[in-house]
Each structure stands twice: as C-alpha cells, then as structure tokens.
C-alpha cells in the first residue's frame, strides 16, 4: 500500500489533493472545496473525474459549472 487515505487509514489513498494535501481513497475522492479557488485545479485529477463522471461529487456540494 502507498500512502492510506487520510479518513480511512486501513484503505489506500489512490488520489492526492494538492491544495489539501491529502490523499483519498476512491470514497472520499471530491473535491470538498470547489467554490474556493485553487490554483491546481486545472491539473487536478479529483476535478477531472468528476466531471466526466467517474467520481462523485461530495454530498450537499454541485459540482463547478464552467464559466
């Protein structure tokens, strides 16, 4: 295993925030902040796949709509 997830020790983080510094299991993966601005998000492999729908968005939070 690599690094755990930073909510679920017991469970492989296999997605890194950059802003947060946190790695996320498949579970925990969204972004958990998209209205605040973070300078990485362009290159940010959580946003990404949530967009495509490959990952869901955190509960009680829309994804970002692009502007």
């Known amino acids: ?4 997830c930073y909510r679920h ?3 492989e983080g296999k ?3 950059q802003k947060d510094g946190n790695y996320m299991c498949q579970e925990c993966s969204c972004c958990h902040t ?6 990485f998000r362009t290159a940010c492999t959580i946003d990404l796949l949530t967009k ?3 990952l ?3 509960e009680g939070q829309e ?3 692009a502007g």
Do not use: L, N, S
């Open 1 to 4: 295993m690599r690094e755990p």
């Open 34 to 39: 998209p209205r605040v601005y973070c300078r």
């Open 56 to 58: 869901t968005p955190c």
């Open 9 to 11: 020790p017991e469970v």
């Open 63 to 65: 994804t970002r709509e």
């Open 52 to 54: 495509e729908g490959e």
């Open 15 to 17: 997605f890194y925030c």
